[in-house]
């Protein structure tokens, strides 16, 4: 089945510690996003990227990193200098022709 | 970042009423998209608008794109238990580069009594 897959679905870390989320679609697309989602809010974009081995900052880019070598993943690690890490992350991805972006199923992160 | 103001925040319906929800902003976009999100899971796109004017359905659903580009509504008819979630709508510009990055509004959680 084509998709875009996030692992884990629920992912607990200590303070301080750096954690990486995984983000990985086979739709062939080239542009690839995530967004933080906290309670009661929208969608805030933390970074995104349009083709592979490129990456922009979004608006919310402090305290996280990200990597696109593969077309197929966009891995986005949270850093511990993120001061408020806790939250729902959610991978997106958009196809050339299309204006539309595709979500994930979410990875919950809960820092201790 | 800018975001829209969507509206209401919350409702509470009986099952078999209709519902209405829209977004307006400040700015113009010409794509307008809308999102149901379910509780701990990605949103999942319901309707997608790309012409200022247009009215869209997709089942029980129908959503417009502002003839000004700076406002969206949608619809549900008849709603059903399973409409219970998180409506986002969304705004893009288009055309290349970071215009392709969407806008989203805060959402309207909707709760439909049975």
């Known amino acids: 089945d084509g998709g875009i897959t996030q692992s884990p679905k629920y992912l607990f870390r200590k303070e301080g510690q750096n954690v990486t989320l995984s983000c990985e679609q086979n739709?062939?697309?080239?542009?690839m996003y995530w967004y933080r989602q906290d309670p009661g809010q929208g969608l805030r974009l933390i970074y995104y990227s349009q083709i592979v081995n490129d990456f922009q900052k979004g608006d919310i880019a402090e305290g996280y990193s990200v990597s696109r070598e593969k077309k197929e993943s966009f891995p986005l690690t949270v850093t511990s200098a993120q001061k408020n890490p806790t939250a729902f992350y959610l991978c997106?991805?958009?196809?050339?022709?299309?204006?539309?972006?595709?979500f994930g199923p979410g990875t919950r992160l809960t820092v201790l | 970042g800018q975001q829209l103001n969507q509206s209401p925040q919350s409702m509470f319906i009986q099952e078999g009423e209709d519902v209405s929800m829209n977004c307006t902003s400040s700015s113009i976009f010409n794509t307008w998209l809308w999102y149901k999100q379910d509780p701990g899971e990605g949103p999942v796109l319901l309707i997608a608008l790309y012409k200022a004017g247009e009215l869209t359905s997709n089942g029980r659903l129908t959503a417009q794109f502002g003839i000004t580009r700076k406002d969206s509504f949608l619809n549900i008819s008849a709603s059903i238990p399973s409409d219970v979630g998180i409506y986002f709508c969304a705004g893009q510009l288009g055309s290349g580069g970071s215009n392709y990055k969407l806008t989203f509004g805060k959402g309207t959680l909707l709760t439909v009594n049975p």
């Open positions: 739709l062939n697309h080239d542009a």
């Open positions: 997106a991805s958009r196809g050339r022709k299309t204006d539309t972006q595709y």
